[in-house]
C-alpha cells in the first residue's frame, strides 16, 4: 500500500515563507515523478511544481522564482521551499507520485495540508 503523508502547512503572513514534506512509504520512491498541486476554494486542482525522478523540476508561472522542489530519494521525501508568500498562494496543497509503467500508470495522493496567507 502506498502512502503519501504531507506535512508543513499552516498560517503565514503576506510575505512569509513555508516549508512543505511529503513522506513516501510502500514504494520505490525514486522511481516515480513527484508533484505538488493546490486547489483554492471553488478552483480546479493546479500543479504548482513538479520533480522528475532524475532531478528536473518544471514550475508554474504563477510560482516561479518564488518556490522551490526539491527531493530527497533517501528520505523517500519531497519537499517544497514557497518563499515570498502571497494571499493568493492559500489552498489546500497536495502532493503526488506518478509513474507510468508498461500496462498501467500509477497515481498516488496525500490527504493535503491547508496553507493560509493571510495578514
Known amino acids: 500500500q502506498v502512502q503519501l503523508v504531507e506535512s508543513g502547512g499552516g498560517l503565514v503572513q503576506p510575505g512569509g515563507s513555508l516549508r512543505l514534506s511529503c513522506a513516501a512509504s510502500?514504494?520505490?520512491?525514486?522511481?516515480?515523478?513527484m508533484g505538488w498541486y493546490r486547489q483554492a476554494p471553488g478552483k480546479q486542482r493546479e500543479l504548482v511544481a513538479g520533480i522528475t525522478s532524475d532531478g528536473r523540476t518544471n514550475y508554474a508561472d504563477s510560482v516561479k522564482g518564488r518556490f522551490t522542489i526539491s527531493r530527497d530519494n533517501a528520505k523517500k521525501t519531497v519537499y517544497m521551499q514557497m518563499n515570498s508568500l502571497k494571499p493568493e498562494d492559500t489552498g489546500v496543497y497536495y502532493c503526488?507520485?506518478?509513474?507510468?509503467?508498461?500496462?498501467?500508470?500509477?497515481?498516488?495522493w496525500g490527504q493535503g495540508t491547508q496553507v493560509t496567507v493571510s495578514s
Open positions: 510502500g514504494t520505490i520512491f525514486s522511481i516515480y515523478a
Open positions: 503526488n507520485g506518478n509513474l507510468v509503467g508498461t500496462t498501467r500508470t500509477y497515481d498516488y
